[in-house]
């Protein structure tokens, strides 16, 4: 007898739905505003909250907003991916 362990995928859900995320990035003074730029630049409404590291060198944002669809949070996810100095996402 086999077991077999399998994750079933995650599941997001229905759109529009508001969504929180999470976007790690090497600490620079423009950083939380450049990010809140271009998330109104996609027409985004979001709630962008930043806490910098204990040692001052990361910065982590915190970045709520409704998305309309699975295509939009992919495109904006991928747009806070190309920030410079971007880490992580989560």
């Known amino acids: 007898m086999t077991a077999h362990h399998h994750n079933p995928p995650r599941e ?8 929180t995320f999470k976007a790690v990035y090497r600490f620079s003074p423009h950083l939380v ?9 996609q027409g985004l409404s979001a709630a962008v909250l930043s806490r910098p590291s204990s040692g001052g060198k990361f910065i982590s944002c915190t970045v709520t907003a409704v998305f309309e ?3 939009r949070l ?7 991916a190309e920030i410079e100095g ?5």
């Open 33 to 41: 505003e450049t990010l809140k730029n271009a998330l109104h630049e």
């Open 12 to 19: 997001l859900p229905g759109f529009p739905t508001e969504l």
């Open 74 to 80: 992919n495109a904006v996810c991928g747009l806070a």
């Open 69 to 71: 669809s699975e295509e």
């Open 86 to 90: 971007f880490m992580t996402m989560f």
